[in-house]
């Protein structure tokens, strides 16, 4: 029942921006956690981001701490990720997620691709 739809992709150059966005759709609770994964070609998913219900508490691979930024919006079940000063080793296939009573809901997958 629950969905998860998110956007905003795209080839950039290196050093440049990039925001991702997702939206979940059907029956959303509360208690949950929201948060953003990556996949690179021949390589594990890994996590980026995450935050928690409030977003009081947030956290970061450190790889992308300073850089990232991750942000919801519970009133519109959405999440972005803001990407700022992106590099080659950034390009990977981006999946947002929702955490909800111990279940793992997944994005479609957008593709973000950072020239050198």
């Known amino acids: 029942q629950v969905q998860l739809v998110e956007s905003g992709g795209a080839l950039v150059q290196a050093g440049g921006s990039l925001r991702l966005s997702c939206a979940a759709s059907?029956?959303?609770?509360?208690?949950?956690?929201m948060g953003w994964y990556r996949q690179a070609p021949g390589k594990q998913r890994e996590l980026v981001a995450t935050?928690?219900?409030?977003?009081?508490?947030?956290n970061y691979a450190s790889s992308v701490k300073g850089r990232f930024t991750i942000s919801r919006d519970n009133a519109k079940n959405t999440w972005s990720l803001q990407m700022n000063r992106l590099n080659p080793e950034d390009t990977a296939v981006y999946y947002c997620?929702?955490?909800?009573?111990?279940?793992?809901?997944w994005g479609q997958g957008t593709q973000v691709t950072v020239s050198s």
């Open positions: 935050i928690t219900n409030g977003g009081g508490s947030t």
């Open positions: 059907g029956r959303i609770f509360a208690i949950n956690t």
């Open positions: 997620n929702l955490r909800l009573e111990g279940n793992d809901y």
